[in-house]
């Protein structure tokens, strides 16, 4: 049962052109999202995160937007940069005591062409 | 930086092999978490580990075990190594509750372990 759905396993974008890469997720308990990047043969890093108490959070070119009632998030780059081409993961967690379980999606793979 | 390592890039073991995946992390977190990446199925966690000692299944943790003795080590076993287990293991570490109360949800990852089991 895949709680988090990146159901675009690619996304191919032009440089300077803005990326939206999208991700839903089923489980109502969920609260707090993430955004991870990952380049081959390195492992994931956060690139960025938003609360459920939020419905949009900024940092530099990357924009998380949270829509609840739909269990909908999605990350805005703009301007996409050949260096942003990297496998991007979507990731949630539920209010749970006092460790944080994270549940990944599948990935989406970003191209961003020069 | 917070830094985590594992003991190998890459890794080829025999079926049946007893297999050792060590990860070590350097800022004290408490929690810390063995993934396995697959194509088309993304991150599964196996298992984690939210203090010394303890441990708690993920979604996966079949044929896979795990020891933490202490905090800033966590091994990953595979008991008898079997050809689906092969695949990318990445382990991740992360605060838990932050000095000011507040929880911390980003995990800092290692660069995995790419493991052939033949």
């Known amino acids: 049962d895949q709680q988090v759905k990146q159901n675009s396993p690619s996304l191919s974008v032009q440089e300077g052109r803005i990326s939206i890469l999208n991700c839903d997720y089923t489980?109502?308990?969920?609260?707090?999202f993430l955004w991870y990047k990952k380049y081959p043969a390195e492992g994931p890093t956060f690139l960025i995160s938003?609360?459920?108490?939020?419905d949009k959070n900024e940092d530099g070119r990357f924009t998380v937007f949270l829509n609840k009632s739909a269990k909908h998030l999605s990350l805005h780059i703009v301007p996409s940069q050949p260096g942003d081409s990297a496998v991007y993961f979507c990731a949630a967690s539920p209010y749970s005591g006092g460790y944080q379980k994270v549940t990944f999606g599948t990935g989406t793979k970003l191209q961003v062409i020069p | 930086d917070v830094k985590v390592t594992q003991s190998s890039r890459y890794l080829v073991k025999r079926t049946g092999e007893k297999v050792f995946l060590e990860c070590v992390q350097d800022m004290d977190h408490e929690n810390m978490f063995w993934y396995r990446q697959d194509p088309g199925l993304g991150l599964r966690l196996i298992y984690f580990s939210y203090d010394v000692k303890m441990k708690e299944k993920g979604d996966i943790p079949e044929g896979y075990s795990v020891s933490r003795e202490k905090k800033e080590r966590f091994s990953l076993i595979l008991e008898s190594a079997s050809t689906n287990q092969t695949s990318m293991y990445l382990c991740?570490?992360?605060?838990?509750?932050?000095?000011?109360?507040?929880?911390?949800?980003?995990?800092?990852f290692g660069p995995g372990t790419r493991l052939t089991v033949t």
């Open positions: 938003i609360s459920s108490i939020k």
């Open positions: 489980n109502s308990m969920f609260d707090y």
């Open positions: 991740a570490s992360s605060f838990g509750i932050l000095s000011g109360g507040s929880r911390s949800y980003e995990q800092y």
